[in-house]
């Protein structure tokens, strides 16, 4: 029988960060519990840096921290320790400052750029003229809600795709059919990826997505085998995703609890996401359902309640309202007849045909994780994890919506 000797050592002390060879330009970032603001001196200090606190205090950064991540470049070191504290965390461009910031706050070097969106709210006419339905009228005594344009629809839109209740809050400014955002350049780049895949003609999936889906390939093809006995939930999740190379990250909801909690964990051999997920499912029988994301070669961990992912799909469902519509048009019958029917797709509500219905058939199959699902015309996007994207794809097929190329 073997336990985790190695990391129950590790696991007391406060914090590790070994700075690797500069020529390198890697970090090991080794942070197995104690204070969140002694870990942010530590990788400061490895990165040759001075820490940054603006408008948060010391003491108020996590009691127990865990981040765990072998030769990360020190950009990854740093987003990964800022999902373990919970907090936004910027190493400026020269690399001298460590900078921690709270979540939803502006960073210090923020740009403003405008995104010319005329083809996509282009588009978003043309599916409003055709399937959109009838406004419903004003009720006496109330007022109408103010009419939105395609690029105002668009702009709530991706409110919602790039929602991050971590990171930086991005507002945009509609002017004609442009939007304008003053952020950071990695929010920046996140809404071109939105836009360039709400543009592509088959739509398709964000980075963060993929990324999260190569992890789990990789625990899926890692043998894991281990009797481990009266060990930190921490260091088991750090045990099964190091077989694969992964790192592992704690939400700040999760660490102290993870740190705490020993149990003896002996799972049959097989891979390490079969390991993982058998874990997932003793804790969730605890009443603690936990969920992850991939980022910056780690999988970062947190009470699923807590666990917002930044990744989606974007599909291209125009294909699938014309089936529909074709549908409604066959299943009209000459008016005034008794369970009779002359609507038609618009009447019906246009793509909320498919929204409605995908949103009930994910939460009848109890889909994991936190996912929304947001339509812009003839576009659907579903935010989520890997395996609430696949079960939406899933619906989506059985609705009649093909695989781009077949």
Not at 379 to 403: D, F, H, P, S
Request: with cysteine; charged share 25%; glycine share 10%.
């Amino acid at each position: 029988m073997r336990t985790l000797a190695g990391l129950a050592m590790l696991a007391a002390l406060s914090l590790c960060v070994q700075a690797q060879d500069n020529s390198a330009q890697t970090v090991d970032l080794g942070v197995y519990g104690g204070s969140g603001h002694e870990a942010a001196i530590s990788l400061a200090e490895s990165l040759g840096a001075r820490l940054m606190l603006h408008d948060i205090e010391a003491d108020s950064l996590p009691a127990e921290t865990w981040a765990v991540r072998k030769q990360a470049t020190p950009q990854q070191a740093v987003e990964l320790l800022g999902h373990a504290l919970g907090c936004q965390a910027l190493l400026d461009a020269r690399g001298k400052t460590l900078h921690l910031y709270p979540p939803g706050a502006s960073l210090r070097g923020s740009k403003i750029k405008g995104y010319d969106v005329s083809v996509l709210a282009g588009r978003f006419v043309e599916y409003v003229n055709k399937y959109g339905a009838a406004r419903e009228p004003v009720k006496p005594g109330e007022q109408a809600a103010p009419e939105r344009t395609a690029a105002g629809h668009l702009a709530v839109l991706l409110d919602d795709v790039l929602y991050d209740p971590r990171g930086a809050q991005a507002d945009a400014s509609v002017v004609g059919d442009r939007l304008l955002y003053t952020t950071d350049d990695a929010t920046h780049a996140r809404v071109r990826e939105a836009l360039d895949l709400l543009m592509a003609e088959s739509g398709g999936e964000s980075a963060a997505l993929k990324a999260e889906r190569e992890a789990v390939e990789k625990l899926k093809n890692t043998k894991f085998s281990a009797e481990l006995t009266g060990t930190p939930v921490s260091s088991i999740l750090t045990e099964i995703c190091s077989a694969a190379g992964l790192g592992v990250v704690l939400g700040p909801g999760l660490a102290e609890f993870a740190c705490a909690e020993h149990i003896d964990f002996k799972p049959r051999e097989g891979s390490a996401w079969e390991a993982l997920h058998g874990l997932l499912v003793r804790l969730r029988e605890q009443e603690v359902a936990v969920d992850f994301k991939a980022a910056g070669g780690a999988l970062v961990f947190e009470l699923e309640d807590e666990q917002q992912g930044n990744g989606y799909r974007v599909y291209d469902i125009a294909e699938l309202l014309k089936k529909l519509d074709a549908s409604y048009q066959r299943q009209r019958t000459t008016p005034g007849k008794d369970e009779g029917f002359d609507g038609d797709l618009r009447g019906a509500g246009g793509n909320k045909v498919i929204l409605i219905s995908l949103e009930q058939q994910l939460d009848e199959a109890h889909a994991p994780g936190n996912y929304s699902c947001l339509a812009y015309g003839t576009r659907l996007v579903v935010r989520g994890g890997n395996a609430a994207v696949n079960a939406a794809t899933q619906i989506l097929k059985e609705m009649g919506w093909e695989e781009p190329g077949k």
